[in-house]
């Protein structure tokens, strides 16, 4: 027999027995279904987990205080107690970085006009905008001028100068900080989830020098709460973090077996960390999917063998006049191959429309990859062969002479 002609006879035998097919296919189905959707959720989940850490910088390294050592460890090691903005500028001078800001940040109530808000607020220098790749969509950022001045001047997000100044030019208008009033000198371009805490377009941004003069004040006027360093490339980002450690040991006056006062984090570690995690989760949904095509597949195996039952007279016909075991078992085969591709086709439907619906309802967008739709066909065609190759063999196995007798 030809293979086109046992498609055909498979086809035939399914429409003949329409619900018997239909509740075959049910199981394939929802196996189908959950393996393609759950691995287009997968996929959007290393997709957004990559570009979050990507608008972070893959190549951004954040340097805070802490670490192993305990506060009496580093008061009788006559340590400095925190990271210091001289510490960030120590930084700023490695060949292996391109920059490196300290910054200073709290929550602070905000002010103007009858609207008031509180907020996070981050006192930074300019290469902060630089390293962070931050743009100002109207008027320019502060200077190392405003820094050395302490100048009063703030760069804020859209969502803030929505808020506080709607239909109207924030440039050169006073956002009160604490009541300190500071002169709006430009408005952030785009938006997005930061590191710091917050969104890019609810960002309040003042010079450090003013944040630790007005707002954030303590024991330590040097100290700062962390230190953001980019360097020059993903490739030598290991050898610029082990100078930045060999800089800051050596500022404060760390001995050699002593542990680090300060921690290091760096965001191509979390990028590979998500994609572990993401990875992990793909692999599982995919489990949890593979379980209901086993299942479904137990009920093909099932099926089949019912059909062989019913259709002994029917192989032993076919026998008689000159079909050989080879083409009983590709027949019966083929039907079970061609019921599951059948079930695969109609899963990857639904799964199509379970990746819009999430789509529509969801922050982000799910959508059924081509690699997902050929796992899905393989997996169906495996499933097919795999349990249907016992019921075709048992056919094919039957003696005409016992397949004419039998009523």
Request: hydrophobic share 50%.
């Amino acid at each position: 027999m030809k293979l086109l002609q046992v498609i055909v006879e498979a086809f035939r035998s399914m429409a003949a027995n329409r619900l018997r097919t239909a509740l075959t296919m049910l199981g394939i189905v929802i196996g189908i279904a959950s393996v393609v959707l759950m691995l287009a959720l997968g996929d959007t989940m290393q997709r957004f987990i990559a570009k979050e850490l990507q608008a972070l910088g893959t190549n951004m390294v954040y340097v805070f205080p802490g670490g192993d050592r305990t506060q009496a460890q580093r008061m009788r090691a006559g340590a400095a107690p925190s990271l210091t903005v001289a510490d960030a500028e120590a930084l700023n001078r490695l060949p292996g970085l391109s920059g490196a800001a300290p910054a200073l940040q709290g929550s602070f109530k905000l002010a103007a006009g009858n609207e008031t808000s509180s907020s996070l607020v981050f006192g930074i220098t300019p290469t902060m905008f630089k390293i962070r790749n931050w743009k100002v969509d109207q008027g320019s950022m502060f200077t190392d001028e405003d820094v050395r001045s302490a100048a009063r001047t703030v760069v804020i997000g859209q969502k803030v100068a929505d808020q506080f100044f709607y239909r109207l030019d924030p440039l050169g208008r006073y956002l009160r900080i604490e009541n300190v009033a500071f002169q709006v000198v430009g408005v952030l371009q785009g938006e997005g989830r930061q590191i710091d805490g917050g969104d890019l377009s609810e960002m309040v941004l003042v010079p450090i020098t003013a944040a630790r003069a007005y707002m954030v004040r303590g024991p330590f006027p040097d100290n700062v709460h962390y230190i953001a360093a980019q360097g020059r490339s993903e490739a030598a980002l290991n050898d610029a973090i082990e100078d930045m450690k060999e800089a800051l040991r050596d500022r404060h006056r760390i001995k050699l077996d002593d542990p680090d006062d300060f921690k290091v984090q760096n965001m191509a570690t979390f990028a590979a960390t998500g994609a572990k995690i993401s990875t992990g989760i793909a692999a599982l949904l995919g489990v949890i999917g593979g379980i209901s095509l086993l299942v479904g597949g137990i009920g093909i195996m099932n099926i089949m063998l019912v059909s062989v039952t019913e259709r002994t007279r029917e192989i032993g016909i076919r026998m008689a006049i000159g079909a050989k075991p080879r083409d009983i078992l590709l027949q019966f085969l083929v039907e079970a191959v061609v019921i599951c591709l059948a079930g695969a086709a109609v899963g990857i439907v639904i799964a199509a429309l379970g990746a819009a619906a999430v789509t529509a309802f969801a922050e982000f967008e799910v959508s059924v990859g081509l690699k997902a739709v050929i796992v899905a066909c393989a997996f169906a065609s495996a499933v097919g062969v795999f349990f249907g190759f016992y019921p075709a063999r048992r056919a094919s196995r039957l003696l005409p002479v016992d397949c004419l007798r039998h009523e």
